[in-house]
């Protein structure tokens, strides 16, 4: 099997990296000659799916035949990618005499390298592992607008445990969180102007949810893991534009993208039910 990677803007994986550790400590990464490199991460419980993407396009040299996935330990990936300084290359190779990924940080005047040991399917081109498509799924509310405003709403968090309410409408995105022991509730609005969030999308009317006809709300209300929601600020930038959609009583998803449209990262987030915040 065949792999080797080159992109000259390293720190571009730093970014993918910093996303996919918020749900767990190992990923798998899926390399497609057409598809370009994707990976995902389940979070403990599944209350949080990540999935990255970055088109061929973005990489200097993208050499794979065909498609492979492998499943990577997180922690050694993400901290030698931690190295990357803002002139490096990164190259990925794949020893398939040793079974390892070889990674490499090229500048003018200095390289590193590392090798990490891939975990069960060791680059299979077929692999227990089904990627989930977070992108496919259709969701009934949806808007555009700069993350600063849900990085500053989830702020609220810290005076909260265990789950925290969210509502979306036509006027915004409401955050309730509560702590039991201190009888402490705060909230945070993020109210829609039609300056500052685009592409406002609250569906209304008769609509198909999981196999049945169902009249969807003017409200969409549901419940999330708080710890969860409060690693998002960490995978989203101020002054970039994200999309956000909910579902009620259904999932939260959460799109930034990357590099003019040639990379996206996308968050999900399963709802709980109530029993499970107390």
């Known amino acids: 099997m065949t792999l080797e990677l080159k992109i ?5 994986m730093k970014t993918v990296i910093d996303a996919l550790a918020i749900s767990n400590n190992d990923i798998y990464i899926k390399i497609d000659e057409n598809e370009g490199f994707r990976a995902q991460a389940k979070g403990s419980g599944s209350h949080i799916l990540t999935d990255t993407h970055l088109d061929v396009g973005i990489f200097d040299t993208f050499n794979v035949s065909g498609s492979m996935v492998l499943h990577v330990d997180l922690v ?60 496919g799924r259709e969701f009934h509310s949806n808007s555009k607008f700069d993350a600063s405003y849900l990085i500053e709403a989830i702020k609220v968090a810290t005076f909260g445990e265990g789950g925290v309410e969210i509502t979306h409408d036509k006027t915004g995105i409401r955050i309730v969180v509560s702590a039991e022991f201190s009888s402490t509730t705060a909230e945070a609005k993020i109210i829609y102007d039609e300056e500052n969030f685009k592409d406002i999308n609250i569906h209304t009317g008769i609509a198909k949810v999981n196999n049945a006809m169902i009249e969807l709300p003017e409200k ?36 930034s993208t990357l590099e003019e449209g040639q990379g996206r990262i996308a968050i999900a987030l399963s709802p709980i039910v109530k029993r499970e915040m107390q």
């Open 76 to 135: 050694g990936f993400g901290n030698f990618i931690k190295l990357a300084k803002s002139n490096d290359v990164l190259i990925i190779r794949y020893n398939e005499e040793k079974e390892e990924l070889e990674l490499i940080l090229e500048s003018s005047n200095m390289k590193r390298s590392a090798s990490l040991r891939l975990l069960e399917n060791k680059g299979d081109q077929e692999s227990n592992y089904r990627f989930m498509n977070i992108l």
């Open 8 to 12: 000259s803007k390293a720190k571009i």
């Open 220 to 255: 969409h209300i549901a419940n999330f893991d708080l710890e969860v929601l409060k690693s998002i600020p960490k995978t989203i930038k101020a002054g970039e534009n994200i999309t956000f959609s909910m579902m009620n009583e259904g999932p939260l998803r959460i799109v």
